[in-house]
């Protein structure tokens, strides 16, 4: 996988609880402030994907580890909502291990069905912040927005049913960071809001940022999503330092 020049890679095989093994790459470069746990979307996988992930973190000075899904990429297993949240939680316990991370300079990210695997996560580990891009509440919102008033009845699966971040917010206590495209007709922009409204954080370490012109899965192609990303890592970096 070709990435941005600044960083080193190295390939990782992470034991997950069931006994599959979780393929992961960690970049590194010199002098980085935090490492960013990334959660792709449906989908993604560090040999599609990497190297655009990569493009947009190295300017920023981080460090970044990228988990391939169980079943997608080089990873084993048979992905399930309750298998995938384990492997969430297997990764950082991970990364926190590895010289140089420790948890306390983690930043958890994750990207539409990654930002449920970040959210899980942030709440049961504590963090140096977490980004939730293109997320939902639940799955029953999701399904309804989705729906669009059509006379089908949809049925929703007993593992999905609840799921999403709206049961998680409530845990997370680090500096937390909602970015959503304007256009994002997948994960409409008013999920992120509700998020932000049901987080107990304080406003000055919670933010929700539109992303003008960005769809579901481009927002951080846009240049007001780096300026909204710079800012909270210096955020997440005064937070540490109190």
Not at 65 to 82: C, F, K, Q, W
């Amino acid at each position: 996988m070709k990435v941005a020049p600044a960083y080193a890679v190295t390939r990782h095989s992470i034991p997950a609880p069931d006994g599959a093994k979780l393929h992961a790459v960690h970049l590194r470069q010199t002098g980085a402030k935090a490492t960013v746990l990334y959660f792709g979307g449906n989908g993604y996988t560090s040999g599609r994907f990497g190297a655009w992930t990569a493009s947009f973190f190295a300017p920023l000075g981080v460090d970044v580890m990228i988990v391939d899904h169980r079943g997608y990429g080089l990873s084993e297993g048979t992905p399930t909502a309750p298998n995938i949240e384990a492997d969430g939680l297997a990764a950082f316990d991970y990364l926190a291990a590895q010289p140089g991370a420790g948890a306390q300079r983690i930043i958890l990210h994750g990207q539409s069905l990654g930002s449920f695997i970040a959210g899980h996560v942030a709440a049961n580990r504590p963090s140096a912040g977490v980004v939730l891009e293109s997320s939902v509440t639940t799955t029953e919102d999701w399904v309804a927005s989705q729906s669009g008033g059509m006379p089908v009845k949809v049925t929703i699966d007993e593992a999905l049913k609840g799921r999403g971040n709206l049961a998680k917010i409530s845990a997370i206590q680090e500096p937390l960071l909602l970015l959503v495209g304007s256009r994002d007709d997948t994960t409409p922009p008013r999920f992120s809001h509700a998020l932000y409204r049901a987080s107990p954080l304080p406003p000055q370490w919670k933010s929700v940022k539109v992303i003008s012109g960005a769809g579901h899965n481009d927002v951080l192609d846009k240049p007001e999503a780096r300026a909204a990303y710079t800012e909270f890592l210096a955020q997440v970096l005064s937070h540490a330092v109190r």
